[in-house]
Nanobody, 131 residues
Framework: VQLQASGGGLVQPGGSLRLSCAFS????????MAWFRQAPGKEREFVAV????????YYADSVKGRFIITRDNAKNTVSLQMKSLESEETAVYFC?????????????????????????WGQGTQVTVSS
């Protein structure tokens, strides 16, 4: 499995940006997908996660209402639409994948916010929020 993130860049405070992540490998539908970010001098932190179908999502409190995670299982991609960006959100954004075949019980996405839950990582894309 390989993940390739893209879409980062320079955006003004209050602006919007859309990140994408391309998944290469088999059985994309058996992975849940997430975004994390790492600001300079800080630890990597969870941003958002989406289930296999894209119907269920979970967000960090700091981004709720501003960020939207979606996935396209036909194209093997996951995206992160970000709006009302703040300078403190300048970071390298990473996409991540966790092997988790769908079972009879709903997945508890809120339990999948730690880095160790994920099997594969993309290389990251830089987002700089600055005027």
């Amino acid at each position: 499995v390989q993940l390739q993130a893209s879409g980062g860049g320079l955006v003004q405070p209050g602006g919007s940006l859309r990140l994408s992540c391309a998944f290469s490998g088999r059985s994309y539908g058996n992975y849940i997908m997430a975004w994390f970010r790492q600001a300079p001098g800080k630890e990597r932190e969870f941003v958002a996660v989406v289930d296999w179908s894209g119907s269920r999502t979970y967000y960090a409190d700091s981004v709720k209402g501003r960020f939207i995670i979606t996935r396209d299982n036909a194209k093997n991609t996951v995206s992160l639409q970000m709006k009302s960006l703040e300078s403190e959100e300048t970071a390298v954004y990473f996409c991540a994948a966790r092997w988790h075949p769908q079972g009879p019980s709903p997945i508890q996405l809120e339990l999948r916010t730690n880095q160790g839950s994920y099997d594969y990582w993309g290389q990251g894309t830089q987002v700089t929020v600055s005027s």
